[in-house]
């Protein structure tokens, strides 16, 4: 599923309240879920990891000169938990532990030859978004609201003596949207992310090669910035 198919069906659920509110109103399900203090809930959702590079133009002994950009994408799978905590009616506070499992395919182009050097990143991270919720009054049984906060992440899978190296740590500000619909049992919030990292998270130290000749990928180099884009459903 692409990126544009996703975001077209969030919005679509996301207008979906709008159409209903020239409805009557209706009994509520789960009328006080949000004026506990502290509510849990866990989630599951799908992303996409990008990484944006500052290619420098850097020309080898030899004479190349090495680009590199992100050459394709594929869907990885979310999960974590939540903590949410009121602070009045509209506003709350966020902690959601969160582990991303993805990857993503980069690949070197020299610019005379046209020759190329693929690299697969694959990533498994370990996040915790701390996050402040805005949320519109509630109306019938949903009710939009817009995310923001910052969410440290530490990447497990990390693997050196490779042509990119990047750091295990990163730091992402993370702004997005969702909509809680209110069912007879629980609370369901289909809600879309994005993530962009403030740190640079390339690692120029290349210490660990073996093969001298992979240095000429870094030194082509100047900057990498992680963004991620994540569909997730919460269930609280």
């Not at 659920?13 to 209903?20: D, E, G, N, Y």
């Not at 499992?101 to 030859?113: A, C, H, L, P, Y």
Request: hydrophobic letters at 45%; a neutral charge; aromatic letters at 14%.
């Amino acid at each position: 599923m692409s990126i544009k198919r996703i975001i077209n069906i969030l919005l679509f659920i996301l207008l979906l309240p709008l159409t209903m509110a020239a409805q009557e109103r209706k009994v509520q399900n789960k009328p006080y879920i949000d004026y506990r203090r502290l509510h849990y809930g866990f989630f599951i959702g799908v992303h996409m990891q990008d990484l944006e590079f500052t290619n420098n133009g850097f020309t080898t002994a030899e004479g190349e000169q090495w680009y590199a950009d992100v050459a394709s994408y594929s869907p990885g799978f979310s999960v974590g938990v939540l903590a949410d905590l009121r602070i009045n009616s509209f506003l709350s506070l966020r902690a959601i532990p969160t582990m991303h499992f993805g990857d993503k395919t980069v690949i070197f182009r020299e610019q005379n030859s046209g020759a190329q050097e693929r690299q697969q990143v694959k990533s498994t991270y370990i996040s915790l978004p701390v996050e402040a919720k805005i949320a519109a009054e509630r109306f019938n049984n949903y009710r939009p609201y817009v995310i923001a906060g910052v969410s440290p992440m530490i990447d497990l899978t990390v693997k050196k003596q490779r042509p990119l190296l990047v750091k295990s740590f990163d730091l992402m500000l993370e702004v997005g949207l969702g909509c809680d619909f209110y069912l007879p049992f629980f609370k369901l919030n289909p809600e879309l992310k994005f993530a962009f990292s403030i740190l640079d998270i390339l690692e120029k130290d290349r210490s660990d090669l073996l093969d001298e000749n992979y240095l000429k990928f870094t030194q082509s180099v100047d900057k990498a910035v992680a963004k991620m884009i994540v569909l997730s459903f919460y269930f609280e």
